[in-house]
């Protein structure tokens, strides 16, 4: 059965909602000011440690740079971290504040299948998102699934995760073509930026797991 995974969340309701709805990840956006999702540390924090150990809880950045990505990782307790736009990836992440690490590709890149080979060697999962210029994930815009699902067959087994556009009228059918372990989603499951619409999220997290 395909996992899900809610990005964006923001507000304490939509966090608990969306774990009795059953959802498997939860993303918390910090570092990335552009995003109508972006946190505090102080916030992100706050709604970390209110995710159950069964839920993984994934830090989703940009940051680059060592001081700043320890700074996040001490002060916030999640179990995974999502880089996007990373050629290397920091050892430290995983040896000294045991995170498993997600490499996000962006697919409409020309080197999409070679970023995803190279991350796919050090990080412990590969998530194919789509990207607009200047913005990295949370686009709510499709990608062509073709490229997904050979990124998706160079990486195998390592845990891949599918993410760009989805929405509960099309995430049966994006788990049908590319077969990912993860369907994430944010501005799909919404009624304004960082604010979950819970029938949506409902519906998305029950036809994704519906799928056989």
Not at 115 to 144: F, W, Y
Request: hydrophobic share 40%; proline share 5%.
């Amino acid at each position: 059965m395909t996992k899900v995974k809610v990005c964006g969340i923001t507000r304490k309701g939509d966090l608990e909602f969306a774990i009795s709805a059953g959802v498997d990840a939860l993303g918390f956006v910090v570092g990335v000011p552009k995003s109508p999702r972006n946190l505090t540390n102080e916030v992100a924090s706050e709604l970390i440690s209110l995710v159950p150990n069964e839920v993984q809880s994934t830090i989703v950045t940009t940051l680059k740079a060592d001081t700043e990505l320890r700074e996040v990782c001490e002060e916030l307790k999640a179990s995974a971290i999502q880089l996007y736009g990373l050629k290397e990836y920091p050892g430290f992440l995983k040896s000294e504040y045991g995170l498993r690490v997600i490499g996000a590709i962006e697919a409409e890149s020309i080197s999409a299948l070679d970023s995803a080979r190279a991350a796919s060697k050090v990080c412990d999962g590969i998530l194919v998102d789509s990207s607009l210029p200047g913005i990295e994930g949370g686009t709510g815009e499709l990608h062509d699934w073709k490229v997904s699902s050979l990124i998706r067959a160079n990486v195998s087994p390592l845990t891949f995760y599918l993410a760009g556009g989805l929405t509960p009228n099309n995430v049966s059918e994006a788990i049908r073509v590319v077969k990912p372990d993860y369907v994430d989603v944010s501005t799909g499951v919404e009624v304004s930026p960082g604010v979950k619409d819970p029938g949506k999220v409902s519906s998305f997290i029950d036809r994704a797991k519906g799928v056989v």
